[in-house]
C-alpha cells in the first residue's frame, strides 16, 4: 500500500497484523465503547468492536533519500516480554525487498523511537552477531531518546531490546543522534511529540504544497481520537502523552494531511466535540 505527498512516495510495508488482543496495551478500549465509535468501521475495528492494528515499517522516499520509519520486530530476538515476538522466523526482508526495497538500497534508518516493536530489524543475527540489517544506512535515534533508554534499561525486556537492536548498531558506527526537532531532509521536519515515550518524535512531510505526519506511538489506535485520555499500558507518562495527543491533532486537524499511524493506517483528523475522529482514505 503507497501514498504521495507531493514528489515524496510512502510505502507500507507489514510484518504482522492482528485483531483484538489488544487489552493490554489499551485497557479502556472495551468492545461496548469501540461500538460507540461508528467512523472505526470497517477500516480500524471489527464490527464485534475488536481492534484492528499493524507492526509495520514506512518507506519513505524523497528525491534524494531512500528512508525506513521503524523496523518492527525482527528475526531470532529472544527475552521479549511477549512470547509470540521471540524467536521469530517471518519474511519481512523479503516482503520489502518485493516491494522494491532491497535492504541494501536504504540510505537512511529512523526510528520515532525506541521500544521493541519499532526497533527489531534495525539488526540480524549473523554467526551469532548482531549487525545492521541495512549495510548502507545512517540509522538516526532521537538524542533524548537513546540516552533515556541508554541509562534506564534496567528492566530485563527493555535490556534486550537495547542490547540487540540499538547497541550494536551504536557499536558498528552507523547512528546518528538528532534532535527532537531537526530537519532531516527538504521535507521531512521531526516533531517532538513525548508521552509514549520520553524522545519520541513524529515526522512531518511537506513537499509541494501537500502535508503528511508520520504520528508513531502518540496513538496506538485511532479510537485515542476521541479519547484523548485513553493511554497506552506502554505510555512512559500518560498524562503528557494525553496533552500530546491534544496538540498535535489540534493542529493537524480539519487539513488535508495525510496521518499515517505506528500500528494504523492512513487517514485524517477530524475534530469531533472536544476530542477528535480519524477519516480512513479508502
Ligand atoms: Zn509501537
Not at 501537500?210 to 497506552?232: F, I, K, N, R
Request: proline share 6%; glycine share 8%; aromatic share 8%.
Amino acid at each position: 500500500m503507497h501514498w504521495s505527498i507531493g514528489k515524496v512516495k510512502i510505502t507500507k510495508v507489514v510484518e504482522l497484523e492482528t485483531i483484538g488482543s489488544t487489552r493490554f496495551i489499551l485497557p479502556l478500549a472495551s468492545k461496548e465503547e469501540i461500538q460507540k465509535l461508528p467512523w472505526l468501521f470497517p477500516h480500524f475495528a471489527t464490527e464485534e468492536g475488536r481492534l484492528k492494528m499493524s507492526i509495520h515499517s514506512l518507506v519513505v522516499e524523497t528525491p534524494k533519500r531512500r528512508i525506513v520509519v521503524d523496523t518492527g520486530l525482527g528475526n531470532d530476538k529472544q527475552g521479549r516480554g511477549i512470547p509470540t515476538w521471540n524467536d521469530r522466523n517471518g519474511p519481512f526482508l523479503q516482503t520489502l525487498t518485493d516491494a522494491g526495497f532491497p535492504p541494501d538500497s536504504i540510505d537512511t534508518v529512523l526510528c520515532t523511537h525506541l521500544h521493541v516493536d519499532h526497533v527489531g530489524w534495525n539488526t540480524k543475527l549473523v554467526d551469532g552477531k548482531w549487525v545492521p540489517t541495512f549495510p548502507n544506512a545512517r540509522y538516526l535515534f532521537g538524542k533524548t531518546e537513546y540516552e533515556h533508554w541508554r541509562d534506564h534499561s534496567d528492566e530485563p525486556y527493555q535490556a534486550a531490546v537495547f542490547h540487540d537492536s540499538v547497541k550494536p548498531i551504536m557499536d558498528a558506527g552507523r547512528a546518528e543522534l538528532i534532535a527532537s526537532d531537526a530537519q532531516l531532509t527538504d521535507e521531512i521536519r521531526m516533531i517532538p511529540t513525548p508521552g509514549h515515550s520520553p524522545g519520541h518524535m513524529s515526522l512531518h512531510i511537506t513537499s509541494d504544497g501537500e502535508e503528511g505526519l508520520l504520528t508513531g506511538d502518540v496513538a496506538h489506535h485511532p479510537c485515542q481520537m476521541a479519547h484523548l485520555d485513553w493511554s497506552s499500558t506502554a505510555d512512559s507518562d500518560p498524562q503528557q502523552s494525553a496533552a500530546t495527543r491534544r496538540q498535535l491533532f489540534s493542529r493537524f486537524a480539519d487539513r488535508p494531511v495525510l496521518v499515517i499511524g505506528g500500528h494504523f493506517d492512513a487517514g485524517h483528523i477530524k475534530r469531533q466535540g472536544e476530542a477528535f475522529k480519524y477519516v480512513a482514505l479508502a
